[in-house]
């Protein structure tokens, strides 16, 4: 007996395939009400929002945007911008190399999202929406304008899987449901981005600094909001914004340009990161940018172990933690048991090699197991350093750690005569503590990532990949696996010391519940391991983005309390549901997840 099939019968849906837009407006029409909502829009950040300053930012001035009317404006010019460049207008082709339609629906959402959660705190924080000047109700007006405007833009439809007389009423909603979802997701889809041409040196390395300058600035405005009001907005408009940059196809180029030239790529951004300091008033945001570089330095080490030879580590913030202990107990603290103070660069030694030889220590009995029981062998390393560094107080255990008191009262550095614990004067800037280990990290992570790079690039990082991908495969081909994964553990557990001697210097105190494997501040191994995946395995960049975000949001999201972690869970769900390859993915990787995805010409070694 077969079961027939019949085509959807929805007469007052367009047509299977035909173009057309989510809501039913002509697209001539809707592409105008999308530029005239974008130009009102930026009008209306130059007008008060409302009559009081008690609503953060000073909404109630005229003429100067301020606070959030700023991340308003910035969406109002991104929609303004790929409108007008929809119609064809000479001299802005160069924005959408994957086509405006896209972009111009990002960026009118971004402009909406961003526009209306400013008027929804005015009016709850202030107590209705009568608190709201004619600037705040012409910007809910017009960025919603400009969203219904886009929506209407044409786009090509699924077609529907056809209908089945014998199913239930709970699979028939399921199919519709589906199908809705990937007509929206058709709705915000591009096309191909167009080949980047080739540029003169000089212009293309012009571009390169250019983009490297607008990261710095995006990272200083977020690191520096000062109210979670406008932190909520920049999270909203930077998200937004950069799927809208995405879609018109201009981050595809500026991956383009900066694979052409990685060096000097490289280089750069550590330039950047080094005159972030200066753009701060005091020490205040340099702290997190040092502890940043420490999360993103250990993050780095464990993509080593996870994302290149992918071998599961639960613990690896143990060895941040051997080799902060090591280096507190021989930098000079007077509750270290040996009383001795050694220079930095044999601490360093000590506290590296010390990670070392317990990654090998740990490794050579484990690293036969694979998948879940070495990640449960890992996980128990983790607590047992934790649990044995509590236990080393005297009465328990010999007196190595002082207990859960830790070791206290760590001396800042003092390298040739460079006091890190003082103020120093640079050319007028005035350059703290923090700021002076910013720079030590910023070297730290630079050697980090040159390692990354040599052995990601060398016989022994394509046999990490060789493993990663296929084990069974790679030991057939003549692959010594216990060997090469040895060494991957024994790389990655040194590197994670090596952050931890700075670390031990940065805090002043060393105690067991700094390495826990999940809390809500990081580092722990939780975190770590969700920097990695979040911003890409196998990658330099990856991890250092996605150890980033993954310290600042929750850093500046304290004000939501108990809700703060489960917050931040739904959107890594939500971030690992739509993009599970990561914020920065290998092109290798990426093609796993997106099988319909141009494949490259050339795979480096990590395929990246």
């Known amino acids: 007996m077969t079961t027939q099939t019949t085509a959807p019968d929805t007469p007052s849906t367009p047509a299977a395939g035909a173009p057309s837009g989510l809501i039913g407006i002509p697209p001539h029409i809707g592409r105008a009400l999308a530029t005239a909502g974008g130009v009102l829009t930026i009008i209306s950040t130059f007008l008060s929002w409302t009559w009081t300053a008690d609503f953060p930012g000073d909404l109630t001035v005229y003429g100067y945007p301020g606070g959030l009317q700023v991340l308003v404006l910035i969406g109002g010019v991104l929609t303004t911008l790929f409108a007008l460049a929809s119609y064809g207008v000479k001299g802005l082709g160069w924005l959408i190399p994957a086509g405006a339609d896209g972009a111009l629906k990002f960026a009118a959402l971004t402009t909406f999202a961003t526009a209306w959660y400013t008027v929804l705190a005015i009016s709850v924080e202030l107590g209705g929406v009568v608190n709201l000047e004619p600037g705040g109700y012409l910007v809910a007006v017009t960025s919603l304008a400009a969203l219904i405007g886009a929506l209407a833009l044409p786009f090509q439809r699924p077609v529907p899987e056809p209908v089945d007389p014998d199913e239930t009423s709970g699979e028939r909603f399921r199919r519709k449901a589906a199908h809705q979802w990937e007509t929206v997701k058709a709705s915000f889809a591009s096309g191909t981005p167009r080949p980047l041409g080739k540029l003169p040196a000089y212009a293309e390395i012009l571009i390169i600094v250019g983009i490297l300058a607008l990261g710095l600035i995006v990272f200083t405005y977020g690191i520096g909001t000062e109210y979670d009001e406008l932190f909520i907005g920049f999270l909203l408009t930077a998200g937004f914004g950069f799927a809208a940059l995405n879609k018109a196809g201009l981050i595809s180029q500026a991956s383009q340009l900066t694979a052409r030239h990685q060096n000097i790529t490289v280089c750069g951004a550590f330039v950047a990161a080094a005159l972030f300091p200066f753009t701060q008033t005091d020490d205040q945001y340099a702290t997190i940018g040092v502890y940043i570089l420490i999360f993103a330095t250990v993050a780095l080490g464990l993509n080593i172990v996870v994302g290149l030879a992918g071998l599961l580590d639960l613990g690896y913030v143990a060895f941040l933690g051997v080799g902060a202990y090591a280096a507190a107990l021989v930098s000079g603290s007077p509750n270290s048991p040996f009383h001795v103070h050694f220079p930095f660069w044999a601490a360093v030694l000590i506290g590296a090699a010390a990670s070392l030889v317990f990654g090998v220590l740990i ?118 696996g216990f060997r090469v994964k040895l060494i991957a553990f024994a790389v990655g557990a040194s590197l994670a010391g090596l952050a931890g001697t700075v670390q031990a210097h940065v805090t002043y105190t060393v105690t067991p519940e700094q390495y826990l494997f999940a809390g809500p501040i990081p580092p722990n191994s939780a975190f770590l391991l969700a920097a990695v995946v979040l911003g890409g395995m196998g990658t330099i960049s990856g991890p250092l983005i996605g150890a980033a975000l993954l310290f600042l949001i929750p850093n500046k999201l304290q004000f939501l309390g108990d809700y703060q972690l489960f917050a931040f869970g739904v959107a890594l769900i939500l971030l690992m549901r739509f993009r599970p390859e990561g914020l920065i993915p290998n092109r290798r990787r990426q093609l796993e997840f997106h099988e319909e995805a141009e494949a490259p010409t050339v795979l480096s070694t990590t395929g990246a």
């Open 363 to 480: 490794g050579a009995p484990t690293l036969r197991l694979r998948g879940d029981y070495l990640a449960i062998v890992t996980l128990g390393f983790g607590e047992i350093f934790r649990i044995t560094a509590n236990n080393l107080d005297g009465t328990s255990g010999p007196d190595v750690t002082n207990g859960s008191n830790g070791i206290a009262s760590i001396p800042n550095l003092d390298i040739l005569g460079f006091d890190f614990g003082a103020q120093h004067d640079v050319a007028g800037f005035t350059i703290g503590r923090f700021a002076n280990y910013f720079f030590l990290m910023l070297i730290i992570t630079a050697v980090v990532v040159l390692v990354f790079r040599r052995s990601g690039n060398s016989r022994i990082g394509r046999a990490w990949v060789a493993i990663r991908e296929d084990e069974t495969a790679a030991l057939a081909m003549g692959i010594n």
